[in-house]
């Protein structure tokens, strides 16, 4: 088949074979590049209606949501965490309050101060004219708030603790320390010094006090200690010693009954013994002793007058 095309000015006739090969190339290789654009155009169309579509956005927003959701989840966690260690906190506040409360109602008692004085069953008192900052409490200034509060509850208990044990220590030292009168009923016959001898009628060196009564008057201990010895002994008949630290000892002599054994401990106003009139007596009395490192000193200094 031949086309033919006439110059509408100059009019030659120029004629066209459609089966030459380089027709036929050239025709489709138009074809082609129609054919392509078109897919091109149609395929970009689908997309931007693909992406556009309800269902790929529902799609979109509920992945959205999954991953807000997820964040809230880690968020929650980290939050009770967070809370769960106040707590935990707290809780052990809690127990240093209650074991501060203790030792306080301890030290009201032993230090003998008045009921009232010191209520550990009720918060203290509090006031002053403050004016807030109007900022509300976030955890990391609770956190901080907790540690501070805790740490002056630690050193609270810890001065308790110091001033209990001065306390204890002082108790102690009075319980050891010799006072009082070793008799209830008695009076004193003979004081510590020289003063002539009963039985020679000689100046001798008295070295305790004796205090006169009825046989079988109770002789009390006038400190806690150890019994260091309980027997008979030559010149003081049926003794009593006590050792009470601080190079302190006492003695009861003349005794009718030993209530006590050696190696006992005794505490402050412990019945050890009955009066009586053994060893070198002339009548039912007690002779006691207050020994200084060894050595014999006037008891007078630890009973008094009134012992």
Known sequence: M??????????????????????????????LVIVGGAFSIGMGLGARHRVNSPIDQLGNWSADLLRQQAQLEDL???????????????????????????????????????????????PPSLGGAETADGQPAQI???????????TQLSSREQQLSVLENLILTRELNKQ????????EDGWISSYFGRRPDPFT??????????????????????????????????????MVEINHGNGLSTRYCHNEKLLVKQGEMVRKGQEVSLMGSTGHSTGPHLHFEVLKNGQQVDPLRYIGEGG
């Open 201 to 238: 009628g000689y100046m001798a060196n008295h070295k305790g006090i004796d205090f006169a009564g009825q046989a079988g008057t109770h002789v009390s201990s006038v400190a806690a200690g150890l019994v260091t010895f309980a027997g008979e002994r030559s010149g003081y008949g049926q």
């Open 2 to 31: 031949n086309v033919i095309f006439v110059a509408r000015k100059s009019g030659q006739v120029k004629q066209v074979d459609l089966r030459h090969p380089l027709v036929v190339s050239a025709a489709l290789l138009v074809v």
């Open 76 to 122: 929650r966690q980290a939050l009770q965490e967070k809370i769960n260690a106040l707590a935990m906190r707290v809780g052990q506040m809690n127990a240093h309050v209650i074991r501060l409360d203790a030792l306080g109602k301890r030290l009201t008692r032993m230090a003998n101060l008045e009921d009232g004085e010191f209520d550990f069953g009720n």
């Open 176 to 183: 050891v320390y010799p006072e009082g009168s070793p008799v």
């Open 140 to 150: 990391p200034s609770l956190s901080a708030m907790v540690d501070d509060l805790q």
